[in-house]
């Protein structure tokens, strides 16, 4: 018979997101997630597959987090100033002491960058397009802006973003607002 996990998976899961997200994937062992996580190798390769199982169902618990951020920002109705707040919005977390971790998915897409891993390939690519669907409807709200520009200002927000997250790791909160203001001036 089987025995009954003595652990709620989302809770390990959870704990395994935030070393995931603080080290990378490359550089979590799977002794630091034994030890974060409370349960040993057999339970995580039980509930999970292995490492990379357990590194899945991580990205997935973090886009259930920034849901609720991804929900405000789609029922916006202020065009570019949604945007804006949702920069602000996406970063809002980081500076409490100690949490500086960047944006879980911008720092998986850049450590996957020269992978052939199709699985979070798929993974990064399902949140970036929605993350740009999101930024093109929200610009689509001036009329004056056509088509080409529009596309033009969601390729720059987009990487204005990845580079906002990856800030978000080492600068400080007053040099992270002065990025978002300036990225948004000439819009």
Same mark, same amino acid.
């Given at each position: 018979?089987?025995?009954?996990?003595?652990?709620?998976?989302?809770?390990?899961?959870?704990?395994?997101?935030?070393?995931?997200?603080?080290?990378?994937?490359?550089?979590?062992?799977?002794?630091?997630?034994?030890?974060?996580?409370?349960?040993?190798?057999?339970?995580?390769?039980?509930?999970?597959?292995?490492?990379?199982?357990?590194?899945?169902?991580?990205?997935?618990?973090?886009?259930?987090?920034?849901?609720?951020?991804?929900?405000?920002?789609?029922?916006?109705?202020?065009?570019?100033?949604?945007?804006?707040?949702?920069?602000?919005?996406?970063?809002?977390? !980081?500076?409490? +002491?100690?949490?500086?971790? &960047?944006?879980?998915?911008?720092?998986?897409? =850049?450590?996957?960058?020269?992978? /052939? *891993?199709?699985?979070?390939?798929?993974?990064?690519?399902?949140?970036?397009?929605?993350?740009?669907?999101?930024?093109?409807?929200?610009?689509?709200?001036?009329?004056?802006?056509?088509?080409?520009?529009?596309?033009?200002?969601? !390729?720059?927000? +987009?990487?204005?973003?990845? &580079?906002?997250?990856?800030?978000?790791?080492? =600068?400080?909160?007053?040099?992270? /607002? *002065?990025?978002?203001?300036?990225?948004?001036?000439?819009?």
């Amino acid at each position: 018979m089987a025995r009954k996990k003595q652990y709620n998976e989302d809770d390990v899961v959870e704990k395994a997101m935030n070393l995931f997200w603080k080290n990378g994937y490359e550089a979590t062992s799977m002794q630091m997630l034994e030890k974060e996580m409370g349960i040993n190798k057999f339970s995580i390769y039980s509930s999970f597959g292995n490492k990379h199982g357990l590194f899945l169902e991580s990205l997935k618990q973090y886009k259930l987090k920034v849901s609720a951020t991804l929900l405000k920002f789609k029922n916006g109705t202020n065009g570019v100033e949604d945007i804006k707040q949702f920069f602000y919005d996406s970063i809002s977390s !980081n500076f409490k +002491l100690g949490n500086q971790k &960047g944006c879980f998915v911008t720092n998986t897409y =850049n450590e996957f960058s020269d992978h /052939e *891993d199709q699985l979070i390939k798929e993974q990064m690519d399902s949140f970036m397009d929605n993350l740009k669907s999101i930024i093109i409807e929200k610009l689509k709200m001036d009329p004056s802006k056509d088509k080409a520009t529009i596309m033009k200002q969601a !390729n720059y927000l +987009l990487l204005a973003k990845h &580079g906002l997250a990856a800030a978000a790791r080492v =600068n400080t909160t007053e040099e992270i /607002e *002065d990025y978002i203001e300036m990225t948004f001036k000439n819009l």
